[in-house]
């Protein structure tokens, strides 16, 4: 079984400062991860993945996670807030080694920036 | 290339109707799965079909059920509708390629917004 925590269901930002999103998962095979971000009102897209290459994943917008096997973590971080980061963001596992499609999400991190 | 099409995408039904959503993948997409959101449980995956046949399933009722036909468009039902039924439906496409090691990348569509009364 798979499972992802999300550890802050809020972060608050002031504009131009750095962001954290913080998430842990569990698996029990070879996991895919994945942060996807959801607006208001609109469906989810998604900023990264990982795939077993690189550890250090550059997303869109500037994001960017870094998988620690040893941590079980995850992190999603961006240098500098913009307003227009103000959404939702989910941290995703699916397992890798299984056919099909099947996403586990974690609670989700809302993030406020602040001007 | 068009998204992801959900339709409709509001949809208001009374407590022991059923429904049924629409969702059309983007073309050449031949996986189709749906999540259903609520604030009080999150996302969560309730099946998924690859070329008209379900290959993955969540841990939903058998109120819930789906199809998808030759053409990939899928359609997902809810019978017997109940108050806890209300949340966001969104369907999400990939090209379903299996195998160990794929990866498939899925794009979600905007939802269904359904609100039982």
């Known amino acids: 079984a798979q499972s992802v925590t999300q550890l802050d269901s809020h972060v608050s930002v002031s504009e131009g400062t750095p962001v954290l999103l913080r998430c842990n998962y569990s698996s029990s095979y070879s996991p895919s991860l994945f942060w996807y971000v959801q607006h208001p009102n609109k469906g989810l897209q998604l900023l990264l993945k990982?795939?077993?290459?690189?550890?250090l994943v550059k997303g869109i917008n500037g994001f960017e996670a870094e998988f620690k096997k040893s941590e079980t973590s995850f992190h999603l971080t961006k240098p500098s807030a913009h307003m227009s980061d103000a959404a939702e963001y989910f941290c995703?596992?699916?397992?890798?080694?299984?056919?099909?499609?099947?996403?586990?999400f974690g609670g989700g991190t809302r993030v406020l920036v602040k001007p | 290339k068009a998204g992801v099409t959900q339709t409709p995408r509001y949809l208001i039904k009374t407590r022991g109707q059923q429904v049924t959503l629409s969702c059309s993948p983007i073309?050449?997409?031949?996986?189709v799965s749906w999540y259903q959101q609520t604030p009080g449980q999150g996302l969560q995956f309730l099946f998924e079909y690859f070329s008209e046949t379900q290959r993955n399933k969540g841990n939903f009722p058998g109120r819930f059920s789906g199809r998808q036909f030759s053409n990939s468009r899928s359609e997902m039902n809810v019978s017997t509708l109940e108050l806890g039924d209300s949340a966001l439906y969104l369907c999400?496409?990939?090209?379903?390629?299996?195998?160990?090691?794929?990866?498939?990348?899925?794009?979600f569509g905007p939802g269904t917004r359904l609100t039982v009364l």
């Open positions: 990982y795939t077993s290459a690189a550890t």
């Open positions: 073309s050449g997409h031949r996986s």
């Open positions: 995703v596992v699916s397992d890798r080694k299984a056919a099909g499609n099947k996403l586990t």
């Open positions: 999400a496409s990939s090209r379903g390629l299996a195998g160990v090691s794929s990866y498939n990348e899925q794009f």
